[in-house]
C-alpha cells in the first residue's frame, strides 16, 4: 500500500494506534473518494490473504540501506543510535520495518 501511495506521489506519515486501527496522513496530497476506496480494497486485500510477518534480523548496513532508499527517516534515524552490527526488523512482502514494536504473526490477524 505504501508503495501505490509513493505512485500518487504521497508520502505517508505516522501510523499512530487508534482503537483497533491505525491512523495515517499522507504529506501534501488530498485522495478522492476514489482513491480512498482503492487503499481500503487493497488493505482488505492484504489482510484476506494473511501473509505470514516474519521477525528477522539484517546486517546494519543493509537495513540502513533499505530505509534510506526508501526514504524512511525516522528509521534511519533509529539506525544511528544502534549498539549491535544486526538490526531486528519484520519483513512481510518484501517490506521491511524497524521491530520497535510486537506485531501480529499474520496479516489476517488485523481483522
Known amino acids: 500500500v505504501v508503495a501505490e501511495l509513493a505512485e500518487l506521489g504521497a508520502p505517508l506519515r505516522g501510523g499512530h494506534t487508534v482503537g483497533e486501527g491505525c491512523y495515517y496522513t499522507l504529506a501534501g496530497k488530498d485522495l478522492t473518494a476514489e482513491q480512498v476506496a482503492q487503499i481500503q480494497a487493497k488493505l482488505q486485500e492484504l489482510v484476506d490473504a494473511g501473509d505470514v510477518i516474519r521477525r528477522v534480523r539484517k546486517p546494519w548496513k543493509e537495513a ?15 539506525l544511528a543510535t544502534r549498539v549491535t552490527a544486526e538490526v531486528d526488523c519484520y519483513e512481510c512482502r518484501g517490506a521491511l520495518r524497524l521491530a520497535v514494536h510486537h506485531l501480529h504473526e499474520t496479516l489476517g490477524a488485523l481483522r
Open 64 to 78: 540502513l540501506a533499505y530505509f534510506a532508499s526508501r526514504g524512511l527517516a525516522f528509521s534511519r534515524a533509529l
